[in-house]
């Protein structure tokens, strides 16, 4: 959801959202958008074209939620770099 909340009421394609999240799979990547979807997070725009085109936005709730995910963002921001040296001195056996 990091994508879409950049901009709130801005429309993102699958393929943007996949781009935009390193390490996910596709299959991850589509249940997530089904259940975030599901909870009324997102929106889900379908164009019958050819091909077929999706997109997606955060729901009027989903973007409420923009708020309280700022300040958890923070503090992985704040607290990224000790995590990481956490779990390699965990996996080295320290």
Do not use: C
């Amino acid at each position: 959801m990091s994508h879409l909340a950049i901009a709130p009421g801005f429309r993102l394609r699958f393929s943007e959202l996949k781009r935009g999240i390193e390490g996910i799979t596709q299959r991850m990547l589509t249940l997530t958008v089904r259940n975030l979807e599901r909870d009324g997070l997102l929106i889900r725009h379908y164009y019958a074209e050819v091909p077929p085109r999706v997109e997606y936005e955060l729901s009027a709730m989903g973007a409420s939620m923009l708020p309280a995910l700022e300040g958890f963002t923070s503090w992985i921001s704040n607290n990224w770099q000790q995590i990481e040296e956490n779990r390699r001195n965990f996996d080295a056996g320290d």
